[in-house]
C-alpha cells in the first residue's frame, strides 16, 4: 500500500489533471507495477485475438469526476475510488483499428484474474483493479497517513487531504 500512496503523493497530486472534470486515459497515471500486469494481461489476449489489441478508456479519474459519475447513477462510490489511486482502468478493445466494446469480454476478465487482478461485477465488465475491494479502505488510510506525514514535514496543516497547499509543495518537491 505504501508504493501506491508514494505514487499517489509523487505523480498522481503534482499532475495538471488532478482535478479534472473530464476522462483521461493516460497509463502514465497508473502504478507501474499495475500497468506492468495490464500489459502482460494485454499480451496474453493477443496470443488468441491478434488482430485485437486493449486500451484503457480511463485511468485516473479526479473525486471532482468521480462525484459527477456518482450523481448520474454511473458510479457507486462517490469519492476516493481506485482510479484516483492510480490502481484502477477501464479497458476497451480495439478491433480494426477503433474503439470497441465488443471484444472477447469474458476471456479478458479471466486474464486480469488467472493474473492477480481484481474484477467487478459484470454491470462494470470492463473495469480491472490492482488491488481487492476488501483493501480499499486500507488503501484510503495508508494515503491519509502519507499526506499527513508529508504535510508534517514541510510545515502544512497536517489533515491528510489534498489542498492548494499540499499540491504546491508536492510540485516544488517532486
Known sequence: MENIADFFLRKIIVDGRYNSLKPIDDQALLVPEFLAKLNVCIGIYRQTYPSQSVTFSETYRSNALQAKYFDQGASKI??????????????IFIIN????????VVLLRKIYVDNGLTILGMWDALHVQFIMVGKQQLLRSTVVNKLK??????GLSQTGLVDSKTIEKAREQF
Open 97 to 104: 483499428g477503433k474503439r470497441s466494446y465488443k471484444g472477447d
Open 149 to 154: 506525514t508529508f504535510q508534517k514535514e514541510h
Open 78 to 91: 462517490k469519492e476516493n475510488g481506485m482510479h484516483h489511486y492510480g490502481i484502477a482502468a477501464d479497458s
